[in-house]
């Protein structure tokens, strides 16, 4: 089990660094900032794909009793792994305010379960309409997690209203990203956004930190924070 759920983590890390470099090559391409949540979904679709998972967006889930049924950004099942990757996607724009919050997000993540999916799987093999998932997950492993973009230093105001479980978890990744003897200060935490102090790519058991390489003075970042059992402690 143990083997199949870091493979979910390690597609997590492959998608992070991915996107980062993907975002870079766009900035430069369009030489605009002017990207969105919408526009990331092709690179990872086609990360995912290109690992061996079958991909649907947007895929419904009725988690509570009553009230239209919400939805995942990305469901990712790999059936020769028997995983399952469920992703919430974040972007903060800069000067933009947050639709919603990474908080919000990790809490529905922390009531997923293995079951709610296959449920809705088995309503969709029903269904006449087409989907890109139509085959039974029950006994799969799960991997859930939020993956958040944002550009410069716009994170920063977003982190200062979510809840102390992901304060906790991004100030353990700006650690582990910082240089040798750089403490974590906003002063450093915000020179290294801005990419002005050098930088570490991040990948443990919290999550992934990657920055777009870049040299225009702002640069695009890609954080993916891991399902962590204190998210059920999230309002």
Excluded at 30 to 59: H, M, W
Excluded at 148 to 155: A, M, N, P, R, T
Aim: positive net charge; proline residues 3%.
């Amino acid at each position: 089990m143990a083997k199949s759920i870091n493979s979910g983590n390690g597609l997590i890390h492959q998608i992070t660094s991915g996107t980062a470099g993907w975002l870079t090559y766009e900035q430069m391409r369009r030489a605009t900032n002017n990207l969105n949540e919408a526009s990331l979904a092709k690179p990872i679709e086609d990360i995912a794909r290109g690992q061996g998972y079958d991909v649907q967006t947007e895929f419904p889930l009725q988690l509570g009793k009553v009230g239209r049924p919400k939805s995942i950004d990305f469901m990712l099942v790999n059936h020769e792994k028997k995983l399952v990757v469920a992703i919430e996607t974040k972007f903060k724009k800069l000067g933009c305010k947050m639709a919603g919050s990474i908080s919000s997000d990790a809490s529905r993540l922390s009531r997923l379960s293995i079951a709610n999916i296959d449920s809705q799987i088995h309503r969709q093999m029903k269904s006449r309409k087409r989907h890109s998932i139509r085959t039974t997950v029950k006994n799969y492993n799960i991997t859930r997690c939020v993956l958040v973009f944002w550009y410069g230093h716009s994170i920063m105001e977003q982190i200062r209203n979510e809840s102390k479980y992901i304060k906790m978890a991004f100030s353990k990744m700006v650690k582990a990203m910082l240089p040798e003897g750089v403490n974590g200060t906003p002063y450093y935490l915000g020179q290294a956004m801005l990419g002005l102090i050098a930088t570490k790519p991040v990948a443990n058991n919290i999550g992934s930190l990657r920055a777009g390489s870049t040299k225009t003075y702002r640069r695009f970042w890609v954080a993916s924070f891991f399902y962590q059992e204190n998210w059920l402690k999230i309002p």
